[in-house]
């Protein structure tokens, strides 16, 4: 399955503004962009085939990783920490169209 997606790697200076989504398969999300989240400020975006979007983003000092679905209006998200398997696995597995149900055990987080 294909998704666009945007990113910044801040250690090669490389980024994709969410404007400019680059459309990848859910391969190349893993086996490419996922291992490059190595620095704290550093975040991938995957957005599917209805406009939704899931961002991972690699916690500060920590191997774990944030995943969450934005939302914008409400200026919060749905989201909840996962190790490197888990989002392996999420990806590996990653619907069409993401939801809450999608992702088992997202928390509700004002931003």
């Avoid at 666009?4 to 086996?31: Q, T």
């Avoid at 209006?73 to 989201?79: D, P």
């Amino acid at each position: 399955m294909h998704y666009r997606v945007y990113y910044l790697f801040e250690r090669s200076g490389e980024s994709v503004s969410s404007a400019s989504a680059l459309e990848v398969s859910s391969r190349e999300i893993r086996e490419q962009l996922l291992p490059r989240l190595q620095h704290e400020d550093d975040y991938l975006g995957i957005i599917d085939h209805a406009d939704n979007t899931l961002q991972i983003l690699r916690e500060p000092g920590s191997i774990r990783y944030w995943v969450e679905l934005p939302i914008d209006a409400a200026k919060a998200s749905y989201g909840r920490h996962m190790d490197l398997e888990e989002v392996d696995r999420l990806i590996r597995e990653l619907p069409s169209v993401f939801d809450r149900e999608a992702i088992p055990g997202l928390q509700y987080r004002p931003w």
